[in-house]
């Protein structure tokens, strides 16, 4: 039996106790506030390295945990980058207006400090829904552009999900993500790009890497927004785990190893690009 068909929530708890014990990197950690928004980075471990910015999942209701220490802490590791990771406001207290007011002004003040070509927007779940949200709305608002996105089972449509493979999907609820999704929402049309980016304008965007497993709700949607982002020109690839479910990247299993691997050679990759780039501008 595959580990998909046994992964089942408890088995995330026992993720939480484990990786609370691993310490993110000798690199440390800082913390600080935009507008009362609390951001924890890392530097990257020189200025050739990209920096990641990680949008967490949690269907909006839930804030940062381990999980998403342990990924950032094994690509860091990996591949030299740096991190920035906002603790961005979440349900019941605040919706997707409030927290794309401060993460876009968050990557506003990352562009001050750091070219575009140099910093990668990625998430998972929520956080990955968010993501393409923000590249969007970067585009709109005719800001330089990040170098890469990284999407680990994105949340892209907060009225979607397919009911056929909730039997497999252990994880995710449909409607009570729809409930959760509309709260976020706030009044705003379920279709908005803000918090359905399947429906926004993805023309311009970055070259995207996105992972999805096909024991996930989400999975028609996800594959279905693969297809608009080529549609519109965007280089994109899509990481398909077969019978696995939600986030599997963040899995403590093999299946999971083996994509944060594919998430670091993507990092390194992209700043080897960088680099060339770079070289070659000089030269001239």
Excluded at 98 to 107: D, G
Excluded at 189 to 209: E, F, K
Aim: glycine share 8%.
């Amino acid at each position: 039996m595959k580990f998909a068909k046994i992964f089942l929530p408890c088995l995330l708890l026992a993720l939480v106790a484990i990786v609370s014990l691993v310490s993110v990197d000798k690199r440390p950690v800082k913390e600080y506030q935009i507008e009362g928004m609390h951001v924890y980075e890392m530097a990257a471990a020189d200025e050739t390295k990209p920096v990641i910015l990680y949008l967490h999942g949690g269907a909006y209701r839930q804030g940062i945990t381990p999980s998403h220490w342990k990924i950032l802490s094994e690509i860091s590791k990996a591949t030299g980058c740096g991190f920035v990771m906002p603790d961005y406001p979440l349900l019941p207290e605040h919706t997707a207006l409030e927290a794309h007011t401060l993460v876009l002004k968050l990557y506003s003040e990352l562009l001050k400090r750091f070219p575009a070509s140099k910093i990668i927007i990625m998430g998972d779940s929520a956080g990955g829904g968010f993501s393409l949200a923000l590249a969007e709305e970067i585009l709109e608002q005719s800001l330089p552009s990040p170098k890469h996105l990284i999407l680990i089972s994105p949340w892209v449509d907060i009225t979607g999900g397919d009911e056929s493979i909730a039997e497999y999907d252990n994880w995710l609820h449909i409607d009570e993500l729809h409930q959760f999704g509309l709260s976020w929402a706030n009044g705003m049309d379920a279709h908005d790009p803000m918090v359905s980016p399947l429906y926004g304008n993805m023309q311009g965007l970055p070259p995207t890497d996105i992972f999805v497993g096909t024991w996930e709700v989400f999975y028609p949607d996800i594959v279905n927004c693969g297809e608009k982002m080529k549609a519109a020109g965007v280089s994109v690839t899509l990481h398909v785990g077969e019978e696995l479910g939600h986030v599997f990247p963040l899995y403590p299993a093999p299946e999971g190893e083996e994509a944060r691997q594919t998430i670091a050679d993507i990092v390194k990759s992209s700043t080897e690009r960088t680099t060339a780039l770079t070289l070659t501008n000089a030269v001239q």
